[in-house]
């Protein structure tokens, strides 16, 4: 199943589903990617409240879209890590050490933008 | 049958069994007063049960009684197993002990085993045919109260358990996205487990950017407990929150250092006031004192007087 994509203003925000294959997450890697660059967004959202499991392959694959993104010039976030999720990602030692996360969409937004102002007022 | 002590001719009198157990019954039945209350004089001479008054012993026995004889009579021990679970759970808090438990029900046992050997005391081979259908319902009866009293204990106590886990692991909110985590007592894996789990769900349900860990109360921490509160921290962090962690004390401190735990993700701070001043600051508040405590509760004493 295709990730919906939703863009809002400078951001990209994509929503997985439960049950994602690993060519869907590939598929989103690439077309996150492109994006980005089409709309020439600031911040990328990657919610995964949905999910009750990631395996170390979706792991591998969020930390992939999160740094070709900043490569990309735009910030990502992951949003929405569920309790479970989080304690079996920190037992298995995949803890995403140098990505921003953030408890939701409304959050991911607030910390996006908040650093979106600072890049500005440093000019960037 | 004393002459010859292998295995003696009852295999076959199966129907004879079961038509000497109605008849025990039927006796066990008619002489019910007279016995019940010979196992109450016998209860009270062995000070058992002393913790419970005439009145209830009187209620309890009569029923345990019945529910016995019924048992002797159906051969089937599920209600005496669910009235057994009911007795104890409300003995239990009153003191009664195992040992107390499997002493009454072999009393009953005995009472009745006594009574028994009056009523077929002429007739010897009768008499132990009799036992041989009274004895194994008897004691699957004495085995299935003590088991039942057992298990309910054994019940109370997990629930007791469960109980103080909780109770030692309040998660508390004392601001808009900020939660304590006050940590009491002795942390082993398990409990560290539970704690983690708890905060986490507390993160998502109180919507916290931010959590203060204090260990003022944990005595000793070793290298196993260490890396839990690190990877505790790691969780939080991947669910958008920020642990703040006071009250590490010298001997704790050392040993982290010691021990060789990765501290570089571990945000101190010395003690919890200091702990919540960071969390606030972390959170974009600013304390401030508006004026004087003692002009304000003046001033307060004033709209008092006006009203």
């Known amino acids: 199943m295709r990730t919906p994509i939703l863009k809002q203003g400078d951001f990209l925000i ?18 996150l990617a492109q994006q980005v660059g089409r709309f020439r967004s600031r911040g990328v959202i990657v919610d995964v409240t949905l999910l009750e499991v990631l395996d170390s392959f979706a792991i591998r694959t969020l930390r992939a879209i999160a740094q070709t993104c900043e490569l990309r010039g735009a910030e990502t976030v992951i949003v929405g890590i569920q309790p479970e999720v989080a304690f079996s990602m920190v037992r298995l030692g995949l803890t995403l050490p140098d990505i921003a996360t953030a408890l939701d969409v409304e959050e991911g937004l607030a910390l996006l933008q908040r650093r979106l102002r600072r890049r500005r007022q440093r000019g960037g | 049958m004393s002459a010859n002590p292998s295995p003696p001719s009852h295999e076959p009198s199966r129907a004879n069994q079961a ?8 006796h066990l039945r008619e002489r019910r007063d007279e016995l019940r209350e010979e196992w109450v004089r016998r209860i009270t001479e062995s000070n058992l049960l002393t913790n419970m008054s005439p009145e209830e012993i009187r209620a309890e026995t009569t029923s345990i009684y019945d529910n016995y004889v019924e048992v002797l009579e159906t051969g089937s021990v599920e209600a005496l197993q669910s009235y057994a679970r009911n007795l104890s759970e409300r003995i239990i808090p009153r003191g009664v002990e195992t040992p107390e438990v499997v002493n009454i029900v072999l009393l009953l046992r005995d ?13 010897v081979a009768k008499f132990e045919e009799v036992l041989d259908a009274y004895e194994p319902a008897a004691n699957r009866i004495a085995n299935t109260v003590a088991t039942s009293f057992v298990e309910e204990r054994e019940r109370t106590i ?45 993160i998502r349900d109180n919507r916290a950017r931010v ?7 944990v005595p000793s921490v070793d290298s196993k407990v260490a890396n839990h509160l690190a990877q505790t921290v790691e969780a939080s962090r991947l669910m958008g929150a920020t642990v703040v962690v006071t009250g590490l004390s010298a ?23 200091s702990g919540i001043e960071e969390a606030e600051r972390l959170l974009g508040y600013r304390v401030v004192r508006v004026r004087d405590p003692r002009s304000s509760r003046k001033a307060l004493e004033d709209s008092w007087e006006d009203t």
């Open chain 1, 14 to 31: 994509a929503s997985l589903q439960p049950a994602l294959s690993d060519e869907d997450l590939e598929w989103l890697r690439d077309t």
């Open chain 2, 19 to 26: 038509a000497l157990l109605s008849e025990l019954v039927a």
């Open chain 2, 111 to 123: 009472v009745l085993a006594r009574s028994l050997l009056r009523k077929y005391r002429d007739d």
């Open chain 2, 158 to 202: 997990r629930q007791q358990q469960e109980a103080i886990r909780e109770l030692s692991t309040p998660v508390l909110q004392v601001r808009e996205r900020l939660l304590i985590l006050p940590i009491i007592g002795v942390i082993d894996t398990q409990r560290a487990r539970q704690l983690t789990e708890q905060l986490l769900r507390s």
């Open chain 2, 211 to 217: 959590v203060v860990i204090d260990i003022t109360g």
């Open chain 2, 251 to 273: 001997e704790v401190a050392q040993t982290l250092v010691m021990v060789g735990v990765d501290l570089g993700k571990i945000n101190a701070v010395g003690d919890l006031q």
